[in-house]
């Protein structure tokens, strides 16, 4: 694919994709629900993480997972103590759960102590050619 045939492919995808009436019935509108830039990423990751499957049930786990946590993922991120995790139990996407969710949780927290956050972890270890140094740092 020639640099203006990849152009013209992905704007007509944010044509597509990039409007209000799409957001309404995709997992991409769980981060949408957020205004502060670590609940939109953390909240954005964690619909990513489980979004396999059927729409509505991404969408309907992803709710059930942002409830458990109070709508609120980066203060529950950076605030939890093991007993807040308990409301987590129980949680299941297809074969994500609740371990999964409290495994995550803790590397989330480590990923903004540690690191100042995921836009500071990704812009530190991504190249001009590859994203990957920064998808290996985060994981």
């Known amino acids: 694919m020639t640099p203006n045939e990849l152009r013209d492919f992905l704007n007509e995808k944010v044509e597509r994709y990039n409007r209000p009436d799409f957001i309404s019935s995709d997992p991409i509108q769980i981060p949408h629900q957020f205004s502060q830039k ?7 990751f964690l619909a990513a993480t489980i979004a396999w499957g059927n729409r509505k049930m991404i969408i309907k786990s992803a709710q059930s997972l942002l409830e458990r946590m109070g709508n609120a993922p980066y203060d529950f991120v950076m605030t939890h103590r093991e007993s807040h995790l308990e409301p987590l139990d129980g949680f299941v996407h297809r074969t994500f759960n609740a371990t999964d969710v409290k495994t995550f949780i803790r590397g989330l927290r480590h990923v903004y102590t540690q690191h100042g956050g995921m836009e500071a972890l990704f812009e530190k270890h991504h190249t001009s050619h590859s994203m990957q140094p920064a998808i290996s740092a985060f994981k």
């Not at 670590?38 to 954005?44: F, L, P, R, T």
């Open 38 to 44: 670590e609940d939109i990423e953390i909240a954005g």
